[in-house]
């Protein structure tokens, strides 16, 4: 009786262990979805949880400055002597008397006092806006409006150089075929075009290129090829080279219907351009004094 005991004992031993193996072995249950964290609740007291930026301000154009070109009227005749000294910063870029050594500036001497003194007034009320107009304009900034006339004095006065017309044959077929290419710019700058509306350049800048004092019309005689055809190309492609729209529109209206050829031809044409006194002058041979 006592070893049937002991052998119950052991059976059920064995099936308690038969048990725990199986509950290890089998598959365990899957743990319950864990539910996504619900996003914060808006603030009560704002009502959104972004913070949208303010409008922008409406762009407001400022006024043309035109003070620097109303105070021309209360000046003077520029004094050339005062000029001088004053146009002293000028010759870093323009040359002692205007005629810079390189193409990268225009050819200032022999302009007229008062289109100098315009121009000057136009950069320093931030008018003009092409070409080196950040670098005039903080120079036209410190100068009264009488600084202006005196540079525009001293300018006037010195000569004027000039460089070498492009005489290449245009071989080309077209209006200009068997012409020199300087001779397309002389035909426009003595003749126009009058069938295409292009007024003569002379009517206004003079037969030798000298501009005109009263209406301050430039000197272009001598001007670098490079300059005249920037300038005579933002004319002609309504690039406006001035705030101030009536002034552009003067010469806007003059090349609007030329071609780059004619552009070329001008810009060449002006380069070579100056006085025939000049030519006698170099032509001359130096008298030597009777001994």
């Known amino acids: 009786m006592r070893h049937a005991r002991a052998f119950g004992i052991a059976a059920l031993a064995t099936f308690a262990l038969a048990a725990v193996a199986y509950a290890q072995t089998a598959e365990p249950a899957a743990e319950p979805a864990v539910e996504p964290a619900a996003a914060p609740a808006a603030d009560a007291t704002s009502g959104t949880t972004v913070t949208p930026l303010p409008d922008a301000a409406p762009v407001v154009q400022a006024p043309l400055d035109t003070t620097a070109i109303t105070d021309l009227a209360k000046t003077h005749w520029g004094d050339a002597k005062a000029g001088a000294t004053k146009a002293g910063a000028c010759a870093a870029c323009h040359g002692m008397d205007g005629n810079p050594p390189t193409d ?27 070409g080196m107009a950040m670098v005039m304009i903080p120079m036209a900034k410190p100068l009264s409006a009488q600084d ?28 200009y075929q068997g012409m020199k290419f300087y001779q397309i710019g002389e035909k426009l700058y003595r003749g126009g075009d009058a069938q295409r509306g292009i007024p003569a350049c002379m009517a206004c800048h003079g037969p030798t290129g000298a501009g005109n004092p009263g209406p301050a019309y430039p000197h272009v005689a001598g001007q670098f090829e490079a300059y005249a055809a920037r300038r005579l190309q933002e004319y002609r492609d309504g690039v406006p080279t001035l705030q101030d729209q009536p002034l552009f529109q003067v010469m806007a209206t003059v090349a609007k219907d030329l071609t780059d050829q004619e552009i070329n031809a001008l810009a060449t044409y002006l380069q070579g351009l100056h006085p025939r006194s000049d030519e006698a002058q170099a032509s001359t041979p130096a008298r030597v004094a009777a001994p």
């Open 104 to 130: 990268m500036y225009p050819r200032l001497a022999g302009m007229p006092e008062r289109y100098i003194a315009q121009q000057l007034a136009l950069f320093k009320g931030e008018q003009r806006n092409t």
């Open 148 to 175: 202006m006339r005196d540079i525009g004095a001293f300018y006037a006065q010195q000569a004027a150089g000039a460089g070498i017309a492009d005489d290449t044959l245009v071989t080309e077929e077209g209006p």
